[in-house]
């Protein structure tokens, strides 16, 4: 079983930038796709990114299309989430999640606790 831990979340003023970092430990042999998330308060849980685990296709919501970056060093066994020119819109706890993908919580099956992303205006 495969375990999810992110990190790297904080409060950032708008216009600003944030790394998200999610870790994988347990059974990281095999392949699967990871995607990000974030919860709002109030709102349900909506996709952001993406990444196949070879790191060749990238799939984006568009509200972060342009400004978020997802990539993934699996020596590591570590995804990234590159956040820039942020929005207080932006505001959420953010999830990392493991799975077949797509841009639904079925797709995946193992999911971290969260880290909180607040951005101020």
């Known amino acids: 079983q495969v375990q999810l831990v992110e990190s790297g979340g904080g409060l950032v003023q708008a216009g600003g930038s944030l790394r998200l970092s999610c870790a994988a430990s347990?059974?990281?042999?095999?392949?699967?796709?990871t995607g990000w998330f974030r919860q709002a308060p109030g709102k349900e849980r909506e996709f952001v990114a993406a990444?196949?685990?070879?790191?060749?296709?990238?799939y984006y919501a568009d509200s972060v299309k342009g400004r978020f970056t997802i990539s993934r060093d699996n020596a590591k066994n570590t995804v990234y989430l590159q956040m820039n020119s942020l929005k207080p819109e932006d505001t959420a706890v953010y999830y990392c999640?493991?799975?077949?993908?797509?841009?639904?919580?079925?797709?995946?099956?193992?999911w971290g606790q969260g880290t909180q992303v607040t951005v101020s205006s």
């Open positions: 347990g059974r990281t042999f095999s392949t699967y796709v």
């Open positions: 999640a493991k799975g077949s993908g797509g841009s639904r919580q079925y797709g995946y099956n193992v």
């Open positions: 990444i196949s685990w070879s790191g060749t296709n990238t």
